[in-house]
Nanobody, 124 residues
């Protein structure tokens, strides 16, 4: 079993920067790719960014490209999502995810492991 725990959410202001962290535990050897989804108020969960668990390749949703940076710390078994120049439209619950496959699906239905989520609220 894989457990994922997000930390780092909170109440921010427009223009702030924030780094979300995800710590994996349990059968972390089952994780091949990982990433972040988010769920805006009243909307479905959407893919934000992904990364190979060995940190060898990162990929982003178009909305995140150039704005967010995903990274891995192998020594700490963590994954981070750095978000700069925060905007109110980034307000959402952010979920850490993991999967055994080599291609993290952008469809949340096909993603195996989920954290509980962390709320990020950006005020104007």
């Amino acid at each position: 079993q894989v457990m994922l725990l997000e930390t780092g959410g909170g109440l921010l202001q427009t223009g702030d920067s924030l780094t979300l962290s995800c710590t994996a535990s349990g059968r972390t050897s089952d994780i091949y790719t990982a990433g972040w989804f988010r769920q805006l108020p009243g909307a479905a969960r959407e893919f934000v960014a992904g990364i190979r668990w060995d940190g060898s390749r990162a990929f982003y949703a178009e909305s995140a490209e150039g704005r967010f940076t995903i990274s891995r710390d192998n020594a700490k078994n963590t994954m981070n999502l750095q978000m700069n120049s925060l905007k109110p439209e980034y307000t959402a619950v952010y979920y850490c995810v993991g999967d055994q496959s080599g291609a993290l699906s952008s469809n949340p239905r096909y993603v195996q492991y989920w954290g509980q989520g962390t709320q990020v609220t950006v005020s104007s």
